[in-house]
């Protein structure tokens, strides 16, 4: 069942009922304001830091589960109704939600008047605009009455959801003309203020939650909107909000606009107050007022974001016989990148935005997907995060994103980290040419007396694997790898204890972790990753370490064909008393996801079919209709050895759950391999936009990636198996949109940077007659067309650049001007 449909011209998904299987959001702004906006425009705002600048207050896992937001109240002669449906709930004559690329249009319907409400975040600019349109479409004259309403967060989003007997003391406004300030703690240790305004004159207004609303009523029913009339309230402690009231006429056919702004204002300590020492000082935000009172003000603040992410999205767009792969690679895909690289892990419907930090391995990730669209601020990024590596190579796991500096309660000693980093390097030097990364001189645990070109830290990284070894010559898995609850040192049975922190006694003397469990997942990234840092080596002209590097690579795949090769697939891991994790010989979990896809792209056993092998015990044994499972079968049983994951139920997250982030490893694996028809099966099980028919099932939005979907065991311990197989969660951040973007449009589609040109190798559907494509790279337009008269999935048999024949499939950079490239499968 579908509840809404893409418009691709306007790069928009249209929801079309409010009912929505789950709140269906999206992302305003892109700087430093940021808003996330619900399909009935629940959700809330924050400046920078979800956390710490937490501007309008939401109550996670709520009942109903999205109350709270922006709210527009109509009481048209008793019939009160918001535009979005929710809170009131009043069945609509017609309701439609537009997503677009940074902004959201909610218009609803009722008796004749119709209210089209359009919520954006202007480029550079720190505040949520909202323009809300009235028409009355009925034939005779409309009075009604109009509330808005925000409710205000007391900053620090932790404290305000917990420290009552303190914060329902200090609320504090202020109320000049038609704006509402919200001013608690900035007599004291604050210098920021958040308003919300309305371009026009009202006829009252609330500030005091309980007045508004009143004790006993909730979001649904306010008194105040009830009444038809504003209290005038002012709030002093308890709940602190911003409330307009205006009372209305449109004669038939008549519409008014109202701009409403939703503002942050910092202000230097000196320039507080007004001389009273009280009042606000109201420059900044009057001048931030100022910039969109009006509609003409508005539409060009909204052509300004469009231009923004008409040339974010202009890099990279394809045209294939599939729709949806193009709506996912032209559009959705790309945004949702854009969306996790603003955001990390910290603010969406199912990350509360108070839990701290950017992930390390996380973040080297994420740059996979969006250098494209912003080199430069990746390659920052990208100096940011070697910039908490540690001198030895290992990295803390998370870092502050205010302070930058490495989290010291988590630590490091996380097995996989350092790999990514070379892995995001690379990926940065292939999409610019800009060599002169690796020259920046970094600095180590962001001491500046430590500090070294970039080389080093790849350098550190790649030997920091080579340097921790277990018996068989695999890398130790510490505390974790890429997958946080396979934890084969941080075992526990004492309810609480952290299975990425804690620290075993049993360990303790080596040092934190066992140094016999070993994990065959980063013995393949190894592989994966580490001819990226051998072709830099080269590059550069160091041939020896090239060489050094490469012998350390082949002796990795030895060991891993001796010791983890498990005659069908490849082994998980080896556990703290050397027992095999993901084999046969195992009685659950005998095959896992994740070594699999690495180890195939970099050859390992190919010689001897290891890797067609392995594709065919994945599609027997993890594949499903929605999509790769993580391990088979799902552990029904506690399994102390391993940590977290067995204290999942089957079907679930890591334990057998489909984690659409190492789909994508499978899909760029099959890929590689040439087989296009298995990849693409796999990546359309999982893409958002060919989950839509059955959004009552997947439930989460179908424009973006989750990142987990219930698998084939869910609910079979309990008899309700199948019941939750299909069904979304943890939308919008994830590094499964990274590695998705990748899988699609490098592997699939086969446009990949490389250090010396644009690569074309696609492996596609045998089906597909070809595709075209642009890509913008290194200041040139390539115009691509691929042609598969044989119907073969891969397979380049020529090329040609400008009408003049290519060996091989890579384009030589070819600077500024049009391309065309032509490539003939076969
Ligand atoms: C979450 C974490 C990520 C981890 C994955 C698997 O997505 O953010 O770091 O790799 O889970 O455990
Ligand atoms: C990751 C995993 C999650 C686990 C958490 C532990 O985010 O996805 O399952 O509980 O890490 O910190």
């Not at 896992?61 to 809170?87: E, H, L, T």
């Not at 249009?105 to 119709?114: D, E, P, Q, Y």
């Not at 790279?777 to 073969?792: A, D, L, M, Q």
Request: glycine letters at 10%; a negative charge; proline letters at 4%.
């Amino acid at each position: 069942m579908k509840f809404g449909y893409f418009d691709d011209s306007k790069r928009e998904y249209v929801i079309t009922s409010p009912r929505t299987p789950y709140p269906w959001i999206n992302y305003l702004g892109t700087q430093g304001f940021f808003s996330l906006i619900s399909n009935t425009a629940g959700g809330y705002c924050f400046y920078k830091d979800a956390r710490l600048r937490r501007i309008t207050r939401y109550r996670y896992n709520n009942v109903p589960i999205d109350m709270g937001g922006r709210y527009f109240y109509i009481n048209d002669n008793g019939c009160i109704w918001n535009p979005g449906w929710s809170p009131v709930k009043t069945e609509l004559d017609s309701y439609e939600c537009r997503h677009g690329m940074g902004y959201t249009v909610i218009t609803g319907s009722k008796n004749g008047l119709r209210a089209c409400a359009t919520f954006f975040v202007p480029q550079n600019y720190d505040g949520e605009v909202q323009q809300l349109v009235l028409t009355n479409e009925s034939s005779a004259a409309k009075t009604f009455s109009l509330f808005s309403f925000a409710e205000w967060c007391l900053w620090d989003a932790q404290d305000d959801c917990t420290n009552f007997q303190r914060n329902f003391s200090t609320g504090r406004v202020e109320i000049k003309d038609s704006t509402i300030y919200h001013k608690t703690e900035y007599r004291d240790r604050r210098n920021h203020f958040a308003f919300y305004t309305v371009n026009d004159k009202i006829d009252g207004y609330d500030t005091d939650r309980d007045s508004f609303i009143g004790l006993y009523n909730g979001f649904n029913d306010p008194q105040a909107v009830v009444a038809g009339k504003a209290n005038n309230s002012f709030a002093d402690g308890w709940s602190p909000i911003a409330s307009h009231y205006k009372k209305i006429t449109l004669a038939p056919g008549e519409s008014k606009t109202l701009v409403f702004i939703l503002g942050y204002v910092e202000m230097p300590a000196h320039k507080k107050f007004e001389a009273d020492g009280k009042t606000i000082n109201k420059e900044k935000a009057l001048a931030m007022i100022d910039k969109y009172n009006t509609p003409e003000k508005v539409a060009a603040g909204l052509a300004e974001l469009k231009s923004a992410w008409d040339s974010l999205l202009g890099i990279l767009n394809v045209n294939t016989p599939d729709d949806k792969v193009d709506r996912m690679v032209n559009i959705w895909n790309q945004y949702q990148c854009m969306v996790t690289f603003n955001l990390s892990r910290s603010a969406s419907y199912f990350e509360s935005g108070i839990g701290r930090g950017m992930g390390f391995r996380d973040s080297n990730q994420d740059i996979l997907g969006f250098v494209h669209q912003i080199p430069d601020r990746a390659r920052e990024r990208l100096i940011d995060l070697a910039a908490t590596q540690l001198p030895d190579g290992g990295c803390y796991h998370q870092y502050q994103p205010l302070t930058k500096k490495g989290n010291s309660d988590i630590g490091g000693d996380f097995s996989d980290d350092p790999l990514w980093m070379i892995l995001s390097v690379a990926s940065y030097i292939k999409e610019t040419g800009d060599w002169s990364i690796l020259d920046e001189n970094v600095p180590y645990d962001n001491d500046e007396s430590k500090a070294k070109p970039m080389l080093d830290h790849l350098n550190a990284s790649f030997y920091h694997i080579v340097n921790n070894l277990g018996p068989h010559g695999l890398p130790l898995a510490m505390r974790a790898d890429w997958n946080d609850c396979i934890n084969l040192s941080c075992f526990s049975d004492t309810p609480g204890e952290s299975f990425q922190t804690y620290t075993n006694p049993k360990f303790k003397a080596e040092g934190g972790y066992s140094k016999v469990a070993e994990s065959v997942m980063v013995a393949t990234l190894f592989t994966y990753v580490g001819p990226n840092f051998v072709g830099i080596l080269e590059h550069k002209g160091l041939k020896d370490e090239a060489a050094k590097a490469q012998a350390e690579i082949d002796k990795m795949k030895a060991n891993i064909m001796a010791s983890a090769w498990d005659g069908d697939w490849f082994l998980r891991a080896y556990d703290a008393n050397g027992e095999k994790m993901g084999s046969k010989e195992c009685e659950e979990g005998q095959i896992f996801i994740e070594p699999q896809g690495f180890a195939i792209m970099s050859d390992v056993g190919k010689d001897q079919g290891a890797d067609l092998r392995t594709l065919k015990a994945i599609d027997e044994r993890l594949n499903t209709k929605f999509g790769l499972v993580l391990n088979n079968p799902a552990f029904t049983k506690y399994y102390i050895q391993y940590g977290e994951i067995s204290t999942y139920p089957g079907g679930y997250k890591e334990n057998a759950g489909i984690f659409t982030h190492n789909n994508a490893w499978i899909i760029c694996a099959a890929a590689y391999a040439g087989q296009g028809d298995q990849a693409f099966k796999y990546y359309s099980e999982i893409a958002p936009a060919f989950t839509e028919e059955t959004s009552d099932i997947h439930k989460t939005e179908p424009y973006v990636y989750g990142q987990m979907i219930g698998g084939k065991d869910a609910g079979a311990d309990i008899g309700m198996q199948g019941d939750h197989f299909g069904q979304g969660k943890n939308s919008w951040l994830t590094g499964t949109a990274a590695w998705n973007m990748v899988a699609i449009s490098q592997y699939i589609l086969g446009i990949k940077p490389d250090f010396d040109g644009l690569s074309v190798d696609p492996s596609i559907p045998s089906a597909w007659d070809g595709f075209k494509a642009t890509r913008k790279f290194r200041g040139g337009v390539y115009n691509i067309t691929i042609k598969n008269p044989s119907h073969v999935c891969k397979g380049v048999k020529s090329m040609t650049v400008d009408g003049k024949a290519v060996e091989g499939n890579v384009v030589p950079v070819m600077g500024a001007g049009e391309h065309e490239v032509e490539i003939v499968l076969g």
